[in-house]
């Protein structure tokens, strides 16, 4: 039997053995790291089955988001920074444990001159790239894709705060490991995180949600137009990367600007002093066109939801728990089922899709699912674009 | 006889008669489609013929309406790449292939080529978005029809197929083998992504893959009833009116209008049948969905949702046509 005395430093566990842990903690917190990574579904029930989720969340919370905008000010015209998550520390005062289910991206926006097409002689084009490396999370290569072998990933650990209090144990944890859980057989696929296809889907999103004007990209009509390159890559895979990046992609585009340019027999030039030398582009055959920022349109606003299936017993008017916001364990638990529904502050739907092969989502759960996405965008659009 | 040719056993189902499914009442219709003589809730004549390929485990060709879609199923088979191996279950590994921009001819010829925009390096396409956006001319074919999905890449066709499959195929059957799906579109006039879905499961039952269940792809075009109220009067408040148009089988004409966004749902249609005392939750929900085109209200989505399953109770009759015709003549050939 395991001891509920959480300051037994230095004792022996249930195999005998002394934690190969830092000093600080005992051998239940090494046995809870284990039981995370070997059992994750069997782990995250412990949660969900009394309504709260690992880091504390309710089942219908997402995390908070920070955005920072021009962060990349030398080499490109806008950018952003989005963080799901983050410790803020003036919460912790009361010496709550501090999680690192952090999920950061950053977007930088860079700019090309191309030629438009024909039928739409006046318009731009944007184009994303979704990169990721090791520096992402332990599962990637470094050509950016993820294993797809749960067994292989570690998940957000659980660190002391400052004062050596941790989260008190489930009260049954004795009983967890010789129980059986029933294991799900039917949501095998595996989902892990494929940039292609986060790229595709934030592209066409953008697109759709008519976020930007592309005729604003137009810069001699029929001859050269802007093409927008969002180049968008994962620091740290917490889950919920597709809200992340998209997120993040609409903020650098709020943050562009784009520059003043000349042309000059149709070769485009950049202007870098703007302010500068207006005299002399007044001869000559070149003309000018002023740096602006783009008129933004309503803000896609993405929520991403996972869906567990519900095994407790008592619960069966519902099939399915839903989890807003999900952590990479969560993510993996649930197989990479999840809906996403991107809103605008208009009560519009953008884009729904579920994805996923183990779960089936009733209407009164779609409907449910674009509410809480229409409240988020009018948070969201306040948040990132201030109106 | 087994010197026959393969092509004996392919079973050709003609196409059958337009299906009207019962209205509901969420679905209003004061907007007419394009092509005057066929009412929203039409689909397109079907036809398919299976065991068409003779190298493959299965396969099946779908023409909806000028929509033509091929699969072949190879499977169960070993891996390629040890990567895609499981060791307890079967994967789904979907190969989708749009072909040369394969339009169809209706609408303005203009090359396929002249999408590629701006110093392109890439597959992607620009949707042509008509700079006049009066209700005269949002119904008018643009010159070069934006590829199916819209702008979605390969990849997440992939992968959205890859789910709707991998959801009903009795994977835990096949350890360590892949079933490989293989969508070919041979001609593309709307609908491609929800024929494709419905031309792989076709394959697969042709193939005999196992399955617990039968995924059902329908697709559907909302058109928003107040963006055209705003667009004739010009009206500054907004109507709020969330009512929305439906119409079953969007072609091409239809998906790449103006303010038209377009659902695709994929339901299990096995569970529904022994759930018809169920009410409106029938078919146990939706297993996967894509949308893309213009931003819908819930109103149009939630009664699309509900409209594609009365589309998919009339696909999986078809199915169940065609598979009944290739099972016949199998019988037949056999034991003549």
Not at chain 1, 181 to 195: I, L
Not at chain 2, 305 to 331: C, D, G, P
Request: net charge negative; charged share 20%.
């Amino acid at each position: 039997k395991i001891s509920g005395n959480p300051a037994a430093r230095n004792a022996k566990d249930s195999q005998g053995e002394y934690s190969t842990h830092n000093d600080n903690s005992s051998g239940q917190e090494w046995i809870l790291d284990a039981y995370r990574a070997l059992e994750p579904g069997n782990y995250l029930q412990e949660f969900t089955s009394q309504n709260v989720r690992p880091d504390g969340r309710p089942f219908s919370a997402s995390r908070p988001i920070t955005v920072l905008q021009s962060t990349f000010t030398r080499n490109s015209y806008g950018s952003a920074m989005v963080t799901l998550g983050g410790n803020s520390n003036s919460d912790n005062n009361d010496g709550g444990s501090t999680t690192t289910t952090t999920t950061r991206v950053i977007a930088a926006c860079t700019l090309l001159v191309g030629h438009p097409s024909p039928s739409t002689p006046n318009e731009g084009d944007i184009d994303v790239t979704l990169t990721a490396s090791p520096l992402s999370g332990p599962r990637f290569d470094v050509m950016g894709r993820e294993n797809g072998d749960i067994s292989a990933g570690n998940y957000g650990v659980m660190k002391d705060g400052g004062g050596g209090n941790q989260q008190p144990l489930p009260g049954n944890l004795p009983n967890v490991v010789s129980s059986t859980h029933a294991n799900n057989s039917t949501n095998t696929t595996p989902s892990p995180t494929d940039t292609k296809e986060i790229e595709s889907w934030i592209r066409r999103t953008l697109r759709s949600s008519r976020f930007i004007n592309p005729t604003e990209l137009g810069i001699e009509h029929g001859v050269s137009a802007w093409r927008i390159r969002i180049s968008i890559h994962i620091l740290n895979h917490e889950g919920n990367v597709w809200d992340a990046a998209l997120l993040c992609a609409c903020a650098a585009l709020a943050d562009l600007r784009l520059p003043m340019v000349e042309i000059d027999r149709g070769v485009v030039k950049i202007v870098k002093n703007e302010s500068g030398e207006q005299n002399a582009a007044k001869k000559g055959k070149v003309q000018r066109r002023k740096g602006r920022s783009l008129t933004l349109g309503p803000l896609p606003v993405p929520l991403t939801i996972a869906i567990l299936p519900n095994n407790d017993n008592e619960n069966t008017s519902n099939k399915n728990t839903l989890l807003v916001d999900p952590t990479h364990l969560e993510e993996d638990v649930a197989f990479g089922n999840t809906v996403t529904v991107v809103c605008n502050a208009n009560e519009e739907i953008v884009e729904f899709h579920k994805k996923g092969s183990g779960s089936r989502l009733s209407m009164e759960q779609v409907a449910a699912v674009a509410c809480m996405g229409f409240g988020r965008a009018k948070e969201l659009e306040k948040l990132v674009l201030g109106r | 006889r087994p010197a026959q040719p393969s092509n004996q056993n392919a079973a050709s189902v003609q196409p059958t008669e337009h299906y009207h499914p019962p209205k509901t009442s969420t679905m209003s219709s004061p907007y007419p489609r394009p092509q005057k003589q066929r009412a929203p809730t039409t689909l397109r004549p079907l036809s398919a013929e299976l065991s068409s390929l003779s190298r493959s485990d299965g396969s099946a060709s779908l023409v909806v309406g000028n929509t033509h879609v091929l699969c072949a199923v190879h499977g169960p088979m070993a891996p390629r790449i040890s990567r895609w191996e499981k060791y307890d279950t079967g994967v789904v590994s979907v190969a989708f292939s749009r072909g040369l921009m394969a339009n169809s001819g209706g609408g303005g010829s203009a090359s396929a080529s002249n999408n590629d925009a701006v110093a392109g390096d890439n597959d992607m396409t620009m949707t042509t978005t008509t700079a006049n956006n009066t209700l005269q001319s949002h119904m008018k074919s643009v010159p070069v029809p934006p590829p199916p999905g819209l702008g979605a890449t390969e990849r997440e066709l992939e992968y959205f197929l890859r789910d709707a499959l991998s959801s009903c195929i009795l994977l835990e059957k096949y350890p360590r083998c892949v079933i490989q799906v293989v969508i070919q579109v041979v001609q593309a006039d709307g609908s491609v992504l929800g024929s494709a879905v419905n031309c792989a499961v076709l394959a697969l039952m042709d193939a005999g893959v196992a399955m617990r269940g039968l995924p059902v792809a329908a697709t559907c075009c909302v058109v928003m009833n107040n963006y055209y109220a705003v667009v004739e009067k010009n009206e500054k408040e907004s109507k709020k009116d969330n009512a929305a148009t439906i119409w079953l089988d969007p072609t091409a004409e239809e998906e790449s209008g103006e303010g038209h966004a377009i659902v695709v749902v994929v339901t299990d249609m096995a569970s529904s049948s022994s759930q018809e005392n169920e009410g409106a939750d029938a078919g146990g929900g939706i297993i996967t969905s894509f949308t893309f085109g213009a931003p819908l209200s819930l109103k149009g989505l939630l009664s699309s949702v509900e409209s594609t399953t009365q589309s998919s109770a009339a696909m999986v009759a078809f199915m169940r046509l065609a598979i009944e015709q290739k099972v016949q003549r199998e019988v037949q050939t056999l034991w003549s």
